[in-house]
């Protein structure tokens, strides 16, 4: 026996058991000794499929294939069993020849588990004779897997290969606990979902807050990459998760979640999906950014921070105009703070945080973006409940600019510039040399305001409350808004700062 040991052991199920059950496995040669009121041939004995004492202990039905042996159609054929009590499966399968067995690695099959029933979609690779062994055991326990039946596969032609991808995870679809994990019910097995074009969406909706992780695989895919090919919002209500595919061919996305208040627990894994991407993969130079947070968009950690009524509730925003306003309410009066990235800039230019300006009106906030090139930037924002504090991460937008024409920076501000402070026009940071400019901004609590340039021009408070007036670029090179807070004093603040283009 190769080295392997039999072993004797009992099986109670075989005292007394029921004839309907006993004939699946033993056929008396005295077709009375069956104790069944229409005996079964030895023909048809011979092609029924071998059902251990497991699969009636676990109380699993068999809804198809009635024999042993299936023929493939289209170079594929199907299992699928049902049980009234959950069931864990997993299977093997065997190629075999005129001397050896030898095990199928790989994913040559689709399996799929619910609460109620399973199924197997085999997809041989070769032509040849096939045995597929079934193993089961009691949902939501640790033991170990057992036997229960076996099936017999005869290809004679198989699918084109497909390259599927391995799924260490063993089902396709969602996972028969991921109700118990805290995911609402849905139907999604293990169909392929088929892509036009490079990009999927997958939305699961929670009976309770969870948080995400997911993992994209794919046979040309490494590591680094794949996090570049996901961005994840989490929201009280659904969970979602935007996928890039750079490739075409198939790819296996998984999804793990935990609930969202118990940090300290591990991620399960609540479903695996097959995806393929029939064409026009993604370009990899408009792959997400790198460092992406788990939360993109506004949700849950947005939620708690006391933001509420974004005017972007997507986490993937995109502009064919090279700007962008991003407003929501600030409830807690949060300082904010944002900062605007892109892996790789084509053109040379002011730094990033110049092409972002913080507007605060009491409980409102504006975050405003300017972009200086075509491409995919991340725009990140973060609050700090007090002064001394440090500034947490909120979540992240991906910006995608489709404008050729890039956009002039903002005017720099300065630590003067705060809550309240709103700069209404010029919006740009870049003027002309010897022209005149008209200025109005909001600075709440200023005595006086002027422009500071070649020459010095007062600001006047109009009755809505907005400080305006013209001032003249001149030759200088900048042009800058200063308030005084008190009249009594000769120091100034500095607002903002407007740079002057050379007139040469």
């Known amino acids: 026996m190769d080295n392997r040991v039999f072993m004797k052991r009992y099986n109670e199920f075989y005292f007394l058991t029921d004839p309907e059950d006993f004939i699946n496995s033993h056929c008396p040669d005295e077709e009375e000794w069956q104790l069944l009121e229409n005996p079964v041939k030895l023909e048809e004995f011979e092609r029924m499929v071998l059902k251990t004492s497991a699969f009636y202990q676990l109380r699993l039905t068999l809804i198809q294939p009635r024999h042993f042996l299936l023929i493939t159609e289209n170079g594929e054929a199907s299992i699928s069993m049902g049980f009234p009590q959950p069931v864990d499966f997993t299977y093997q399968i065997f190629q075999r020849s005129c001397c050896e067995q030898k095990e ?102 929670t009976a309770r807050p969870l948080m995400m992780l997911c993992e994209l695989s794919h046979k040309d895919l490494d590591q680094n990459l794949a996090k570049r090919c996901l961005a994840t919002q989490i929201e009280a209500d659904k969970l979602t998760c935007h996928v890039l595919c750079p490739y075409t061919g198939y790819y296996r996305l998984s999804v793990f979640v935990r609930d969202y208040e118990l940090a300290g627990d591990n991620f399960s894994n609540a479903g695996n999906f097959m995806l393929y991407c029939a064409g026009n993969p993604i370009n990899l ?23 509420s009524k974004f005017s972007h509730t997507e986490a993937i925003v995109s502009t064919q105009q090279g700007q962008l306003d991003i407003t929501f309410r600030n409830q807690h009066d949060l300082d904010i703070h944002a900062v605007l990235s892109k892996e790789q800039r084509s053109r040379a230019g002011h730094d990033l945080t110049r092409h972002i300006f913080l507007a605060h009106a009491r409980t409102e906030v504006m975050v405003s973006v300017t972009l200086p090139e075509p491409g995919v930037y991340k725009l990140s924002l973060y609050a700090s409940a007090a002064p001394d504090e440090d500034y947490a991460p909120l979540c992240d937008f991906v910006v995608r600019n489709g404008a050729e024409a890039g956009r002039p920076a903002f005017p720099r501000t300065y630590a003067a510039w705060g809550k309240g402070d709103v700069l209404l026009e010029p919006r740009t940071g870049l003027l002309e040399p ?71």
């Open 434 to 504: 010897h022209s005149r400019v008209r200025l109005r901004a909001r600075v709440p609590g200023a005595r006086r305001v002027c422009a500071l340039g070649q020459q010095t021009a007062e600001l006047h408070l109009d009755d809505s409350g907005v400080w305006e007036g013209e001032a003249v670029t001149g030759s200088g090179r900048q042009l800058r808004i200063a308030a005084f807070r008190d009249l009594t004093s000769t120091d100034m603040d500095i607002l903002v700062c407007f740079d002057v283009r050379d007139a040469a």
């Open 285 to 307: 130079n408009e792959l997400f950014p790198p460092a992406l947070s788990n939360w993109c968009g506004p949700g849950i950690s947005t939620d708690l921070a006391g933001l």
């Open 104 to 205: 199928l690695r790989g994913s040559v099959g689709l399996l799929t588990v619910t609460q109620t029933t399973m199924k197997l979609r085999l997809l041989p690779p070769t032509v040849g004779s096939f045995e597929v062994m079934i193993f089961a055991r009691l949902g939501n326990t640790s033991g170990m897997f057992g036997w229960v039946c076996s099936f017999q596969v005869e290809c004679s032609k198989p699918q084109p290969a497909k390259d599927l991808p391995e799924n260490p995870y063993l089902c396709w679809g969602m996972q028969r606990n991921a109700e118990a994990l805290g995911l609402e019910p849905r139907v999604c097995g293990s169909e392929v979902a088929v892509l036009g074009g490079g990009t999927f969406e997958l939305v699961l909706h």
